[in-house]
Structure formats: C-alpha cells, structure tokens
Nanobody, 114 residues
C-alpha cells in the first residue's frame, strides 16, 4: 500500500526556517519524480518543488532561491528546506509523486507569523 507521511511543520516567524520531511513507500519513491505541494486556506493545491530520481530539481517562482528540495533514495525520504519564510508560505504541505499524484497523505501544517 502506498504511504506518504509528511512531518516537520510548525509555527515560525517570518524570515525563519523549517525543514519538512516525507517518508514514502519504496514502491513509488524509487521510480518516480517526487514533489512538494502546498494548499493555503481557500486556495487550490499547488506544486512548489520537484526532484527527479537523478536529483534534478525545479521550483515554483514563488519559492525559488528560498526553498531547497532533496531526496535520499536509500531511505525513501524527501526533504524540503525552507528559508526566509514569508506569510504567504502558510499552508498545509504535502509530498507526492509528479505529475500524477497518488492518494494524499495528511500533510503537515506550516504557519508563518509576523
């Protein structure tokens, strides 16, 4: 069964940093590009960063230069280092495959306060 478990969210002051982790089933992690998505209140879920099996990355313009995505294929784990957080980064963050996501996990809440 496919499992995606996000962790590491929390409350942080604007300008601060957080690192999110995603533990994924090996059955999907090893063969897929993975990504971090987020959904802010009242908004659609958006893809913010992707990482291919070989390590190439892409970022949404809104997070480029502030967020860094990485993956450890041996541990079936993915990370999102978030620096210089802004109020507009407040959202529930999810990990999943790209471009076609599997069933969503519960996500992890990131709240950026002024």
């Amino acid at each position: 069964q496919v499992q995606l478990v996000e962790s590491g969210g929390g409350l942080v002051q604007a300008g601060g940093s957080l690192t999110l982790s995603c533990a994924a089933s090996g059955s999907i992690f090893r063969i897929n590009t993975m990504g971090w998505y987020r959904q802010a209140p009242g908004k659609q879920r958006e893809l913010v960063a992707t990482i291919a099996i070989g390590g190439s990355t892409n970022y949404a313009d809104s997070v480029k230069g502030r967020f860094t995505i990485s993956r450890d294929n041996a541990k079936n784990t993915m990370y999102l280092q978030m620096n210089r957080l802004k109020l507009e980064d407040t959202a529930v963050y999810y990990c999943n495959t790209v471009p076609t996501p599997y069933r969503w996990g519960q996500g992890t809440q990131v709240t950026v306060a002024s």
